[in-house]
């Protein structure tokens, strides 16, 4: 069965500054790998998602995610963070069906 | 256009009592997934619906759950005789096929209280 692990619990950037936010997978084959916010009183809207191709995927808001199979990982990334980006943010893997699998999410706070 | 709206929005109740939870999806979305998400957790998948059928309910923790699509569009949970471990927010998702490749979209959810 695939898992997801998002190591940071909570992190706190300042306004213009760069954000990361790790998310690790677990799972035999090529995943379909997916980011999703979450603000409050929100659905989870999807950010941005890979499935195969180029390992470096653009989403909505200037996010971007690389994929990297060697490590596991599906990074997000964002160079300048708005205060509106203030929210919590969902890795999930997918496997040849339907079913999503989430990590615990981080949260992000941003500064002034 | 709309998105998918979930009613209650809060929803309290009393443990041993029944509550039932609706899901308006996407129009013209066949595919419909119940998920639940614990306080410091991220989703947990429940049910997945093609259609009116139960496609996979391989999620759902015991049976007192129970969810329905009669019309394949509006689904409900219902869970019976609640405990305070059913305290959740359960979210719905609706897409179009319902593929791997099939964008999920999610609603607001309903947080639901069990005292």
């Known amino acids: 069965a695939q898992s997801v692990t998002q190591p940071d619990i909570h992190i706190t950037v300042s306004e213009g500054a760069s954000l990361e936010l790790r998310c690790n997978y677990s799972?035999?084959?090529?995943?379909?790998l997916f980011w999703y916010v979450q603000s409050p009183g929100q659905g989870l809207q999807l950010l941005l998602k890979y499935f195969s191709g180029d390992t470096l995927v653009q989403g909505i808001k200037g996010f971007e995610a690389e994929f990297k199979r060697s490590q596991s990982s599906f990074n997000l990334r964002k160079p300048s963070v708005h205060w509106s980006d203030a929210a919590e943010y969902f890795c999930a893997v997918g496997a040849n069906d339907y079913k999503l699998s989430f990590g615990a999410g981080t949260t992000v706070t941003v500064r002034a | 256009g709309a998105g998918v709206s979930q009613t209650p929005s809060n929803k309290v109740t009393e443990k041993g009592k029944y509550v039932e939870l609706r899901c308006d999806p996407i129009?013209?979305?066949?595919?419909l997934y119940w998920y639940r998400q614990s306080l410091g957790q991220g989703p947990e998948f429940l049910i997945y619906?093609?259609?009116?059928?139960?496609?996979?309910d391989s999620g759902l923790p015991n049976d007192r759950f129970f969810a329905v699509r009669p019309e394949g569009s509006v689904s409900t949970l219902k869970i019976q005789r609640t405990e305070r471990g059913d305290s959740a927010v359960y979210l719905c998702?609706?897409?179009?096929?319902?593929?791997?490749?099939?964008?999920?979209?999610f609603g607001p959810g309903t947080r639901l209280t069990v005292l």
């Open positions: 998702a609706s897409s179009l096929a319902g593929g791997p490749l099939d964008t999920q979209y």
């Open positions: 129009s013209g979305h066949t595919a």
């Open positions: 799972y035999g084959a090529t995943p379909y």
């Open positions: 619906f093609q259609g009116t059928g139960a496609a996979d």
